[in-house]
């Protein structure tokens, strides 16, 4: 059982590359979502879904794409790399109604 | 629109002390949930403790406790005798239904403690 995991660990980017974050989960849950974390300024949601082929936008989703084929799966999408998008992101993953958030390791990426 | 306030950026606690991080929250959904979050300077997030908005009884996970205030939306963190690896940052998150339905969860901006030897 693996949990939450995510790849790369870390990447750097150019300006206007584009690029997919991976996240997947083998404990058959419901929902995921993304977050980026800026200093001082918490973890903001971006995108998040409720089941397969169910996705909604958070309070940030600007510039990402996601698309939930499999439970399994919540890639999220960067289609042109700006700076401002520099951060840490997290993947986290939940059933519905859950007394707990299992979170990914993180990806820190960095956009020059 | 469902919303966290965390308002002290910093804190500071002697080692053996209790300390209470502060969190109010805001929702129309009856029905939430309520967690704190640990973020070391290693970055993982570590899940402490949780409450839902039925549940009867303040939460209590060891040395955690959620001081649950319902009519004032506030779900304090309470860390009894504190350690030197508490210091970290601590978010407050909440679990709660969209106009639409779907439950997403909103963070606060977290409170870093440091626990003073």
């Known amino acids: 059982n693996a949990g939450v995991t995510q790849t790369p660990k870390f990447q750097v980017l150019k300006t206007g590359q584009s690029m997919t974050l991976q996240c997947a989960q083998d404990m058959n849950h419901e929902y995921m979502s993304w977050y980026r974390q800026d200093p001082g300024m918490g973890l903001r949601l971006i995108h998040y879904?409720?089941?397969?082929?169910?996705?909604d936008q958070g309070e940030v989703p600007n510039g990402y794409n996601v698309s939930r084929s499999t439970t399994e799966d919540f890639p999220l999408r960067l289609l042109s790399a700006a700076p401002s998008q520099t951060s840490v992101y997290f993947c986290?993953?939940?059933?519905?109604?859950?007394?707990?958030?299992?979170f990914g390791p993180g990806t820190r990426l960095t956009v020059t | 629109a469902q919303k966290i306030t965390q308002t002290q950026p910093g804190m500071f606690v002697q080692e053996k002390e209790a300390v209470t991080l502060d969190c109010t929250y805001d929702?129309?959904?009856?029905?939430?949930?309520l967690f704190w979050y640990k973020q070391p300077s290693s970055g993982e997030m570590i899940f402490l403790i949780y409450q839902g908005s039925y549940d009867q009884q303040n939460a209590t996970e060891g040395r955690y406790s959620l001081n649950f205030q319902k009519a004032r939306k506030s779900a304090n963190l309470v860390i009894s005798a504190s350690q030197l690896g508490d210091s970290a940052m601590y978010f407050c998150?909440?679990?709660?239904?969209?106009?639409?339905?779907?439950?997403?969860?909103?963070f606060g901006i977290g409170t870093k403690l440091q626990v003073i030897p």
């Open positions: 879904s409720v089941g397969a082929g169910i996705t």
């Open positions: 986290a993953s939940s059933h519905r109604d859950s007394r707990a958030w299992y």
């Open positions: 929702t129309s959904d009856p029905s939430y949930g």
């Open positions: 998150a909440m679990r709660a239904r969209n106009s639409g339905g779907y439950q997403k969860v909103t």
